[in-house]
């Protein structure tokens, strides 16, 4: 069973004092239960563009990532833009990726 998406850690420390302060917020499925690249293009946009650059450089956390799954959505995202180019540039530049050697490895 999923435990939603992860949880926010955030520590600051105001200027005037010395002691920080934290918190942790999780951060529910139903945040982007209901999204769809249509509905909400720049957020899909958003995390085409995260994913795609945790993809270059090999993180980790882009281990189960799939180009072509990335290819779709980022086209989804620059047809829900189509006054945007950078989102079709976006798109276009991750359709030419999926071939390159290091893409094909996954």
Excluded: M
Aim: charged residues 35%.
């Amino acid at each position: 069973s999923r435990r939603g998406l992860g949880t926010v850690h955030i520590r600051y420390k105001e200027l005037d004092q010395e002691q920080a302060t934290e918190f942790a917020s999780d951060l529910p499925d139903r945040l982007i239960a209901d999204r769809t690249p249509r509905q909400d293009p720049r957020f899909f946009l958003a995390a085409v563009t995260a994913e795609f650059a945790e993809q270059l450089r090999e993180s980790v956390h882009a281990r189960k990532s799939d180009y072509r799954k990335l290819v779709s959505l980022s086209r989804q995202v620059a047809n829900a833009l189509p006054a945007d180019q950078q989102a079709k540039q976006l798109a276009d530049l991750i359709e030419r990726a999926e071939h390159l050697p290091v893409a094909r490895k996954r």
